[in-house]
């Protein structure tokens, strides 16, 4: 087993990458999704249920452990793996979203963030230290950088302001992690929609050194379109050789133009909480399975689909446990959601070693739009 972290490139075809990161607690596999274990569990799953879909690696939250329970005493009881029961990588992000997202209860300068605690109102201190401290606690194999993501659109003075502010807590935050071999810290690319601010955020990143690069500042807002356009030139300014990360997305579309434009790993909260909400991600696009044309449907959400969910339960009895409000609808249709995104992953993985990526594009996309099949 590797000491070290590492990234091998397998195949590429355009460009699309596929390859293995290896940890000392396992290997990831790319492209791959992260499933969001935002307060130490992935919401209405047990963690060897997630690791059955297929997931490599789960993503925590600073933000959220370091409010409750705290990630000294996380640190007190073996660390993260072991307090979640989850013996494979973990990624945390810096918790710098969450505070941005605070707007009126924080306070910014140059040493960090002050903010409010949503939870009791008791006041903290967020800094690249802190964060790096944190994450250290935590145990994670995968630290992300403090930076600071102001929500799009913006002014360009902003986002420059912004971004050269993040590059300083970027500098700041590999200084504090310091060398802890078998973990890896990756550095955050700000810049918004703006070319040049981007090259020079790359630029500024490459120059202090990281294990991986995250696109940052990204589905904020600004839609598909402007995003795939930052994507057409953002990732190719990053080191070739390197993971690169884009945070926080997303849709099965968003994430299959991604790939497309050279993205190897994603997270998205979509998948778990549209699975609370009754919303499944299949071949032909989400259903619904609230609404009335599934009460009396005895067939599988997906007739393609392996998963527990669609392998032992039927639409008419989905609908039943939704409507009835009983805890087994949410647990049954995020399985099935964290299945079909790490089915569309490996998808995406394999047609990328075969070269041919194109014709698995397009199948998608032309399933999609043949929409969800007709009742009986």
């Known amino acids: 087993m590797t000491q070290r972290f590492q990234f091998d490139i397998h195949a590429t075809d355009g460009k699309a990458r596929t390859g293995i990161i290896s940890t000392p607690r396992g290997d990831i596999r ?3 999704f992260m499933p969001v274990g935002t307060a130490a569990t992935v919401k209405a799953m047990m963690p060897e249920s997630v690791r059955a879909t297929g997931a490599d690696i789960l993503l925590g939250n600073t933000y959220h452990l370091m409010l409750r329970p705290t990630a000294e005493r996380i640190a007190k009881l073996g660390g993260l793996h072991k307090f979640m029961n989850w013996d494979r990588p973990i990624l945390t992000d810096s918790g710098g979203f969450q505070v941005m997202s605070l707007a009126e209860l924080r306070k910014l300068t140059e040493e960090g963030v002050t903010f409010k605690s949503h939870i009791d ?7 690249p230290e802190r964060s790096m401290e944190i994450q250290k606690l935590l145990g994670s ?3 992300m950088c403090f930076d600071e993501c102001p929500a799009l659109p913006a002014d360009r003075a902003r986002i420059n302001e ?12 590999r200084e504090a992690f ?10 955050i690319q700000q810049g918004g929609l703006e ?15 990281f294990d991986g690069y995250a696109v940052g500042g990204l589905a904020v807002g600004e839609g598909q379109e402007a995003m795939f356009g930052c994507l057409d030139y953002a990732p190719e300014q990053l080191p070739q050789d390197k993971p690169r990360y884009l945070m926080g997305v997303g849709k099965p579309d968003d994430i299959v133009g991604a790939v497309e434009r050279g993205i190897d790993m994603f997270d998205c909260v979509l998948p778990s909480r549209s ?15 609230k ?17 527990p969910c669609c392998s032992q339960y039927s639409r008419a009895y989905l609908s039943h446990v939704f409507r009835a409000q009983e805890m087994i609808s949410s647990m049954l249709v995020t399985w099935h959601n964290l299945h079909y995104y790490q089915e569309l992953m490996a998808g995406l993985r394999a047609a990328i070693a075969a070269g041919d990526l194109a014709g698995f594009v397009k199948t998608f996309h032309e399933a999609r739009a043949l929409g969800d099949i007709e009742p009986l």
């Open 178 to 187: 310091g060398d802890r071999p078998g973990h890896a810290l990756f550095g």
């Open 30 to 32: 790319t492209p791959a």
């Open 195 to 209: 070319q040049d601010m981007r090259a020079e955020s790359a630029a500024a990143l490459t120059k202090i050194g």
């Open 121 to 127: 109102g008791s006041k903290h201190m967020l800094s």
């Open 141 to 143: 194999d995968i630290v």
């Open 162 to 173: 912004s971004m050269q502010l993040s590059m300083r807590w970027a500098a700041r935050s």
């Open 291 to 307: 609404n009335a044309r599934h009460m009396d449907d005895p067939r599988p959400l997906d007739e393609d689909c392996t998963c």
């Open 275 to 289: 699975g609370r909400t009754g919303q499944a991600f299949t071949r032909r696009g989400v259903v619904n399975v």
